[in-house]
Nanobody, 121 residues
Framework: VQLQASGGGLVQAGGSLRLSCLAS????????MGWFRQAPGKEREWVSC???????YHSDSAKGRFTVSRDSAKNAVYLQMSSLKSEDTAVYYC????????????????WGQGTLVTVSS
């Protein structure tokens, strides 16, 4: 099982960015896929997730600004981020855990390497 996150970079506040998470060794359709982030000096926090049944959930900080989606053909998940703020600056990780119903609050077994998002004010 491997997860490869990409798409991070430097963006101005108010801008948008799309993160990608390419999965291999398993089929994302059968997994809950989550996005997490860790800002400098802070603990890792959950951002968004998509269940195998395609239900999506977002943290309060992400709600209304971020969208999580899945592309079964590419075996990938995406995090579309808009209206970015300086406090969104962090390393973003994608993660996976087997299961179909409720992706929020679950323990994730597989993690990607992270991609850095820097939002300049």
């Amino acid at each position: 099982v491997q997860l490869q996150a990409s798409g991070g970079g430097l963006v101005q506040a108010g801008g948008s960015l799309r993160l990608s998470c390419l999965a291999s060794g398993f089929t994302v359709d059968y997994y809950s896929m989550g996005w997490f982030r860790q800002a400098p000096g802070k603990e890792r926090e959950w951002v968004s997730c998509i269940s195998a049944n395609t239900d999506t959930y977002h943290s309060d900080s992400a709600k209304g600004r971020f969208t999580v989606s899945r592309d079964s053909a590419k075996n990938a998940v995406y995090l579309q981020m808009s209206s970015l703020k300086s406090e969104d600056t962090a390393v973003y990780y994608c993660a996976a855990t087997y299961g179909s119903t409720y992706c929020k609050g679950r323990i994730y077994d597989h993690w990607g390497q992270g991609t850095l998002v820097t939002v300049s004010s």
